[in-house]
């Protein structure tokens, strides 16, 4: 059973996650926080495998309180669940250490989805959001720091980050499907991920794509 925390101060959305969630028999909500600091002292007692975090609370934020979570409770994973498709939001997010950032407005079935996938050691993020990285590239001339990847590599990496699809990576880069195959699975290897999302996230936390400029 995948044990959950709900931390938004919306009572009427955390009723109806924690409805949405129960109704899964693979997952219970064992508790709930409507502000960051009330999350922080009812973490230990509570002792969730997944926090499904909001950003916008009274007092210490999500982001904020993620990033506390993650340096004192490293084995517990955090879905940032907001309205907010802010740049700045995510970037930060990720960075802090949160496995998920998921929209407001995304199917309760991607919801529950998404924790079962957070659970299994995957990361998600929503799609909108994937696609914003491709602004910061077109931005910026830099090349990725990743120096155990070949140049055609990195290439690859940042089309997988801009979430393109094997055969636009191929249409891109004049290579075939299967070369593109070939590559992925390289990269996969060598950032030790398993996923699209994962290479996302490893990418923005080890800052293998040009970040924006801080505020």
């Known amino acids: ?6 931390v938004d ?3 009427v959305l955390r009723d109806g996650l924690k409805n949405i969630l129960e109704m899964a028999n693979d997952l219970t909500v064992v508790c709930e926080a409507v502000s960051g600091d009330e999350a922080l002292l009812k973490l230990k007692k509570c002792d969730p495998d997944i926090v499904l975090m909001d950003i916008n609370m009274p007092n210490t934020d999500g982001i904020t309180v993620t990033e506390i979570i993650k ?8 879905v940032i669940l907001t309205m907010y ?21 995304a199917p309760s079935e991607q919801v ?7 659970a299994k050691g995957e990361s998600v993020i929503h799609p909108s959001m994937t696609k914003k990285l491709l ?10 720091k990743g120096n155990q990847l070949t140049e055609r590599e990195k290439e690859v990496l940042m089309c997988l980050v801009e979430g393109l699809s094997n055969k636009e990576i191929a249409e891109r880069l004049f290579i ?11 990269v996969f290897k060598k950032l030790n991920v398993k996923s699209r999302s994962q290479v996302v996230i490893h990418a923005v ?11």
Not at 71 to 78: E, G, L, R, S, W
Not at 85 to 105: C, P, Q
Not at 135 to 144: A, D, G, L, R, V
Not at 176 to 186: A, E, G, N, P
């Open 1 to 6: 059973m995948i044990k959950v925390m709900l």
């Open 9 to 11: 101060d919306h009572a």
């Open 71 to 78: 340096k004192k409770y490293p084995n517990i994973k955090i």
């Open 85 to 105: 498709n802010h740049d700045e939001y995510f970037m930060s997010a990720i960075r802090v250490g949160a496995d998920g950032y998921l929209l407001k407005d």
């Open 112 to 118: 529950v989805e998404a924790i079962r996938q957070v």
């Open 135 to 144: 602004t910061f590239h077109q931005q910026s001339q830099e090349k990725p």
């Open 176 to 186: 075939s499907d299967k070369t593109v195959k070939i590559h992925v699975s390289k």
């Open 205 to 215: 936390q080890n800052q293998l794509v040009p970040l924006p400029p801080s505020s």
